[in-house]
């Protein structure tokens, strides 16, 4: 009975049957690579429309600056940074990140070149521009033969505010200089030699006027005398301090050699707290730093010169304030270009 249970429980006597194997999986086929669709791009003289080159297995990700170096290695006198290309004659020059296979071309395309002529880099274009004026006026400040009459060639003023005006005219353009080599990133690559001559003719000849009025041996004195100068040193040095925490704060914004742009903000440092109310504080700290220096010298060509550099800062404000909204939906709406609620 005992036997009959045990078997009953068990299935009977016999044995259990096999179990079934799983069928093993199917190797799966080895992925086919992806075809790479090269291009061909045709490189023509924006003037004579003569072909010039035709690069053939351009690859897709390419891009405009890869395009100018195989062309520099065809024409070694046209190096990258003297290249203009466009995809149409009347078409803005395109941008040297910009990817070939983004751009609205087949896969034959025509670039059309033009030569931007010799090119500075702007590093050296930021240093000769300062350099001149810090020079020039060290000559008219030494009374230097052939400016003056004969009888103060090498004289010193009797007036103390001279003296004060050429140490902060020196301190800006020395500032300058070391921010050129040490804080600032430069964007831009190169600027055409031409220009040059433009910039640098702007700077130093302005530098001279001042100078030669502000040394000249009947220079008066500020109207309000000490008071006046005091309150013109005051502002010229709380802007020349703000205009280089405002530097220092657009340079930590990336790191080197990245091209992605960010929104300035305000940092702990008090005088880049102005991000909050303008756009481009540099521009507003500079304007102030020559505003101190017109009172502080009582000089018309100082003036005259505040003015035109007002002017010109407030146009490029302008332009960044426009690409910042352009670039950026979540651009502070507060802001101006700028003068804090005025421009």
């Known amino acids: 009975m005992d036997v009959l249970a045990l078997e009953a429980k068990t299935g009977g006597g016999g044995s259990e049957p096999e179990k079934k194997s799983a069928p093993r999986p199917k190797p799966k086929p080895p992925k086919k690579a992806k075809r790479i669709v090269y291009f061909e791009v045709e490189i023509v003289d924006l003037k004579t429309k003569e072909k010039l080159l035709l690069l053939d297995k351009v690859e897709p990700t390419a891009t405009v600056l890869d395009i100018k170096a195989l062309f520099h290695k065809s024409y070694p006198k046209w190096y990258p940074a003297r290249q203009s290309l466009r995809l149409d004659p009347k078409a803005k020059c395109l941008r040297d990140e910009e990817i070939l296979q983004t751009l609205p071309v087949g896969t034959t395309a025509s670039f059309y070149f033009s030569d931007l002529g010799p090119q500075l880099t702007w590093g050296t274009v930021f240093l000769t521009e300062c350099a001149g004026p810090l020079l020039i006026y060290l000559m008219f400040y030494f009374r230097l033969p052939f400016i003056y009459a004969p009888k103060y060639d090498f004289t010193s003023s009797k007036h ?184």
């Open 160 to 343: 103390w505010v001279v003296h004060l005006a050429c140490m902060c005219h020196s301190f800006h353009y020395i500032k300058r200089i070391l921010e050129t080599l040490f804080v600032h990133r430069i964007s831009h690559g190169t600027m055409p030699l031409r220009n040059i001559f433009k910039n640098c003719g702007y700077y130093w000849c302005s530098a001279a006027w001042m100078a030669y009025y502000i040394n000249h041996p009947l220079y008066t004195t500020p109207y309000y005398g000490e008071q006046q100068v005091n309150k013109g040193l005051y502002i010229f040095l709380f802007c020349q301090v703000g205009n280089f925490s405002i530097h220092v704060a657009l340079r930590n914004l990336k790191a080197a050699g990245s091209k992605m742009k960010k929104i300035p903000y305000p940092t702990k440092n008090p005088f880049t707290w102005i991000f909050w109310l303008v756009s481009c504080p540099n521009y507003t700290y500079e304007v102030g730093t020559w505003i101190g220096f017109t009172v502080m010298t009582q000089c018309v060509p100082v003036a005259f010169f505040t003015i035109v550099a007002f002017i010109q800062m407030a146009v490029w404000a302008k332009g960044k304030h426009r690409s910042y909204l352009k670039e950026f939906r979540d651009y502070p709406t507060l802001r101006s270009s700028i003068l804090p609620f005025i421009l």
